[in-house]
């Protein structure tokens, strides 16, 4: 297949390349650089199956005849995303509205990474797919949460109005080599403080809850559902949950670093808990995650030391 991932040059969009090529497919990957690195596709240019084109998907594009399209592009990191709080509305709304009308136009499969955001700071736990959420519209996080809602609204509607192939996934905190070492995800803020001997920066008391996914298990996860025929969302990601001080202590393990914790204020609606209820992947693709967090955070270890600034 000849196929087109925005957001390429992300973390989640750079693996999926990756796999994608491995599986014997041609890949154009699109990204503008908001929050992605060009290194991370460094090791792709002598792959003459992959192609790259700088470009924001808010401006409408056409890379030529594909047969699927992964829609990856959206900062992803609650700083980042408060930083570009108008582009991330943009992109979840009319990137996504581009990248829909190239699979119409092509008659290509769709994928979407949609997010665990849709579910807000959920009152049921854990979270199935039939749980509408608990969105605050107007918070700063709404800038993400809305345009991710807005987005799955409008694959849905291209499913059923244009019989596009579509897919939602809705991924779970996922982390793992190339998650941008300062973008201010918890695991890469705790993986550099640590091996750089600094705090530990745990927001509020740290027992709200996340579920963290290793990226090789999610990638699997998505190449699967991009296969089959369900158009409605599918939660994926690891279904055991932490505390943020559980996370941080696991850090602390991993790296051995003798680093000290510090509290520093919650933000604003931060989801006081987050654990997927993933039957419904078990059922439909036959998925389980298989990395633990330790494991997951060995495996990242290397990126991570590897990215600590070299001293004089
Ligand atoms: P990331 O920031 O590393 O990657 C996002 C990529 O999209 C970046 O390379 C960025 O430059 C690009 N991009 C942003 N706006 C663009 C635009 N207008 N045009 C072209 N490219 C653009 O983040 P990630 O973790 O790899 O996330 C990838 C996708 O997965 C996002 O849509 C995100 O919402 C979703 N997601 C990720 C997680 C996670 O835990 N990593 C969880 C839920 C959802
Ligand atoms: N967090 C933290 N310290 C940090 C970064 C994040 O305690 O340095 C917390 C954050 O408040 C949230 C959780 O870790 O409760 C996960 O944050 P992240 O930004 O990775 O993603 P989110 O799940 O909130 O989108």
Known sequence: ????????????????????????HSVIGVDNFATGDLDNLAHLR?????TFEEHDICD???????????????????????RLAIETLRVGSTGTENS???????????????????????????????YWGHVNPVGPRSVYDEAKRFSESLVMAYHRARGVNTHLVRIFNTYGPRLHP?????????????????ALTVYGSGSQTRSFCYV?????????????????????????????????????????????????PLPEDDPARRCPDIAKARALLGWEPKVSLKEGLKLSLEFFRNSVPVGP
């Open 60 to 82: 409408p594009f056409d890379p030529g005849a594909v047969d699927y399209v992964f829609n990856f592009a959206s900062p992803a990191s609650p700083p980042e995303y408060l």
């Open 182 to 198: 300062s973008d201010g995800r918890v695991i890469s803020n705790f993986m550099m403080q640590a091996l750089r001997g600094e």
């Open 100 to 130: 829909l009308k190239i699979a119409q136009m092509y008659g290509a499969g769709y994928l979407h990474a949609s997010t665990s955001e849709c579910y807000g700071d959920p009152l049921e736990h854990p979270q199935t797919e039939e």
């Open 1 to 24: 297949m000849r196929v087109l991932v925005t957001g390429a040059a992300g973390f989640l969009g750079s693996h999926l390349t990756d796999r994608l090529l491995a599986d014997g």
């Open 216 to 264: 090789s298990d999610l990638i699997e996860g998505i190449v699967r559902l991009s296969r089959c025929d369900e158009h409605y969302p599918v939660n994926l990601g690891n279904s055991t949950e932490f505390t943020i001080l559980e996370c941080a202590q696991a850090v602390l393990e991993v790296t051995e670093s003798k680093s000290k914790i510090r509290f520093e």
């Open 46 to 50: 002598r792959e003459p199956r992959f």
